[in-house]
Every structure is written in structure tokens, then in C-alpha cells.
């Protein structure tokens, strides 16, 4: 059977998949029961100095919404968005200090890892809670300079506001790292032009690790009474941003390989997107959205669907699958030339290829379509359009 440990930032964790920081996230309980469905870590809720970035969790509202970006009420579609308004902790770091040591205690029964996240205003700030979860036992601390809400709120230096502004950034990373001997992992958010720069500047700093990457701002109208959807803009994800998420992967991994580790969040929805992540370069793929609208024993699930994938396949180890499409990667020059190749006897002369050919190969013929090869460009999009398996293939000339 597949062997789904994994080493990050020198633990071993029994598998790849952790309960991103937020909700499912938010307090000893709920972490008891991401840990109890077989997650391989707990990334627990963000701890704050910050009564306001605390107080917004009292005002939390979310949405799931569905393609057209309407509230689903009901089935929630695999492409779902979740809108969201929330903050940090609720409780004030000493208090919530005490959910993570009871939340450490139960996970080493269960073989789980619990790990830190930290968020304050000012560089004091984020040393002295750096140094209370050290102190409280946890072997790496996530700082998150990700959290869009900041950007909403006049004022708050924190979250998305440090990490957009690399130097300021760079600066709390090197102060925190040499205050702890835990390894260091910064959380950023996507709402930058280059997170390959700025992990290489994370790294120099002292990060162990980098987390790419928290959320997006959206803003969504509902058309119905012309008024925003939950009073305002507010943080939006789901499985659609994870090609984004695993661009950024793609890139610093090959830009800094293993001098600065991975952890992926923000669009792994289930299995089959822990192990692109993987294939991309993360060790550890965070999920949040998901569990956050089936509930934990969705985190269950994805572990076992991971085994089996990884049986099928003949993957022993996750080291196996780690970085293996990242490191497969072509240059536009370096692409293999390919041609349509049309099997006339399965064509039904259905058309869709005709319409999604924009170089005059697809042609219509009598009873069925054909290729002008000489034209073909090898794009693909008639292979992809076509609905009948094996009428078109591509075959690299
Ligand atoms: C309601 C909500 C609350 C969140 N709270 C936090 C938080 O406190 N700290 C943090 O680092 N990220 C927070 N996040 C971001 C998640 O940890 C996660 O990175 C993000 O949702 C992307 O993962 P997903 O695509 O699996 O949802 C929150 C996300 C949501 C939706």
C-alpha cells in the first residue's frame, strides 16, 4: 500500500493534506475534528493582537455561489465559489493559546501535526506571538501576510497589506525567524505581480517555507435589489483559482527548488487536486473551501481517494509525484510539433471540431469532416471539442 508521508519543514507528516486556517480551524474543537478525519495536520485559526481583525469574526458571512455567481441554495456545483467576510481568532492569544496546547495534546495521540498562525500590526507584535506559540509547543508557525480582509479595512496594517509590501514583509520574516528556532513559513497573498521575487526575498529573510497562496477580493452584485452581496466586497476562492494557485507553485519551484519548501492552498478541492498540487511542487496542500461546505468528513475522504489514486498508479511515496509535472515543463520552443489526425469511419459530422478550427484545417466533407493537414497547426481544439472518443487524435510529426 502507498506510503502518504511526508516531510515538511523537518516533520514528518502521515499525509499531505492539512485543514487550512479558518474556520474548521477555529478553536480546539473543531481542529479535534479535522485531526479525527484523518487529516494530516491542523494549520489552526490565525492568532491575533488585533481586536478588530478579532472582532470581524463576530460579523462573518459567507456565501457559496454557483457559475453565474448566485447563492446556490441547495446542490453546490463542483466550479462553487465562496464569497466571504471574516477575520482572525476570536479569542485574544493568551486565551487562544490554550485551544492550541489542548489541540497538541490530542494530535499526538493521533499522529497529526498542529501548526501555528500568527497576525499582528506592528514587527513587536509578530515576534511576541512567533514566540507564544513556540513557546506552546507547535513546530512551525505560519505567518499570514495573505488575509485579504485588511485590504477592506482603512488603517489595518496586517494580513495582505504586509504582503504587498515586500520590503515591510521581508523585514517582520527576518526579525520573527531570528527571534524562533521553529521553522518559519510565510503565507502570501496572490494579489501581487511576482511571488517568484518575492519568495526568493522570503527565503533570504529566513523563510522555511512559503504557503502560496491565500485569497482573492471579489465584489458581487446581486441583480435582484441592486445591492452587494453580503453588504460589501469580500474574499472570494474556490476550485476555480486553483490553476492560479499552482502557477505560482510551478514557478517558484522552479526558480528556487529545495532551498524554499512548498505548501499549497487555494483551489485543491479534492484528491485529484492534492495530488496536481503535488505533481506542481507542494508537499502540503491546505484545503479550506471544501470542508467548509461538506463538513469534515470530506477531509476523510480526499486521504483515501489519495491512497487509492497513489495504488493505482504505482506511486510508493508522495516524494514520487512531488514537483514531477513542474520538472516536465517545455518552453514554447522546446514543444514536439503535432497534427490532427482525423478517424473518418467514427466521425458523426456533428460540426463542433468545424467551429473551433481557426486555421482552415477542419473541412467539411460529403458525410463526414476531414483534415487539410497542410494547414493544421496542431492547437488541439478539435480534439477537445469533439464528443466521440477516438474520432480525433493528436500525433506529434
Ligand atoms: C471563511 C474563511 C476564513 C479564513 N480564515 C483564515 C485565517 O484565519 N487565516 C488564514 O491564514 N487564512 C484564512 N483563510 C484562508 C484559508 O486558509 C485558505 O487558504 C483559503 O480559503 C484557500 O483555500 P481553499 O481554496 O481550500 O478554500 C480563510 C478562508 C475562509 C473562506
Not at 48 to 73: I, N, P, Y
Amino acid at each position: 500500500m502507498a506510503d502518504t508521508r511526508v516531510k515538511f519543514c523537518g516533520v514528518t507528516f502521515k499525509n499531505p493534506l492539512a485543514a487550512a486556517s479558518a474556520e474548521p480551524t477555529l478553536n480546539a474543537a473543531n481542529m479535534k475534528k479535522c485531526i479525527d478525519s484523518g487529516a494530516g495536520a491542523v494549520i489552526a485559526k490565525t492568532m491575533t493582537d488585533s481586536a478588530g481583525m478579532r472582532e470581524l469574526t463576530q460579523r462573518a458571512k459567507w456565501r457559496f455561489l454557483d457559475q453565474k455567481h448566485e447563492v446556490c441554495h441547495g446542490k453546490v456545483p463542483r466550479g462553487f465559489s465562496l464569497y466571504s467576510r471574516s477575520g482572525l481568532a476570536l479569542e485574544p492569544p493568551d486565551d487562544f493559546m490554550k485551544e492550541i496546547t489542548e489541540t497538541i495534546k490530542y494530535a499526538r495521540e493521533k499522529d497529526a501535526v498542529v501548526i501555528g498562525s500568527i497576525a499582528s500590526t506592528d514587527i513587536d507584535g509578530w515576534v511576541s506571538l512567533g514566540k507564544q506559540m513556540q513557546d506552546g509547543g507547535v513546530p512551525m508557525v505560519e505567518l499570514n501576510f495573505g488575509c485579504p480582509h485588511p485590504k477592506l479595512m482603512p488603517g489595518m496594517r496586517t494580513g495582505m497589506n504586509v504582503g504587498q509590501d515586500f520590503d515591510y514583509a521581508c523585514e517582520i520574516t527576518r526579525k520573527v525567524s531570528d527571534a524562533l528556532d521553529i521553522p518559519v513559513i510565510i503565507k502570501v497573498t496572490p494579489q501581487v505581480n511576482d511571488l517568484v521575487l518575492f519568495s526568493e526575498m522570503l527565503h533570504k529573510a529566513g523563510a522555511r517555507a512559503v504557503t502560496l497562496t491565500n485569497r482573492f477580493i471579489g465584489f458581487v452584485p446581486d441583480i435582484q435589489t441592486g445591492q452587494p452581496l453580503i453588504y460589501g466586497k469580500a474574499g472570494i476562492g474556490g476550485p476555480w483559482t486553483k490553476p492560479l494557485t499552482l502557477r505560482w507553485i510551478n514557478e517558484v519551484r522552479t526558480m528556487l527548488g529545495d532551498k524554499l519548501e512548498i505548501t499549497g492552498t487555494n483551489g485543491a478541492y479534492d484528491w485529484r487536486d492534492i495530488v496536481m498540487f503535488i505533481m506542481s511542487g507542494a508537499r502540503i496542500v491546505q484545503m479550506c473551501s471544501a470542508v467548509m461546505c461538506y463538513g469534515y468528513s470530506w477531509l476523510d475522504k480526499q486521504v483515501k481517494g489519495l491512497e487509492e489514486f497513489m495504488d493505482e498508479k504505482g506511486y510508493k511515496t508522495i516524494d514520487q509525484m512531488l514537483g514531477i509535472a513542474t520538472d516536465s515543463c517545455m518552453e514554447y520552443g522546446e514543444m514536439p510539433h503535432e497534427k490532427a489526425s482525423v478517424n473518418q469511419a467514427l466521425c458523426k459530422n456533428c460540426g463542433l471540431c468545424l467551429k473551433a478550427c481557426f486555421s482552415g484545417a477542419m473541412q467539411q466533407g460529403d458525410e463526414t469532416v476531414y483534415l487539410n493537414e497542410e494547414n493544421c497547426v496542431g492547437c488541439g481544439g478539435c480534439y477537445s471539442v469533439c464528443p466521440v472518443k477516438g474520432t480525433i487524435e493528436m500525433v506529434k510529426c
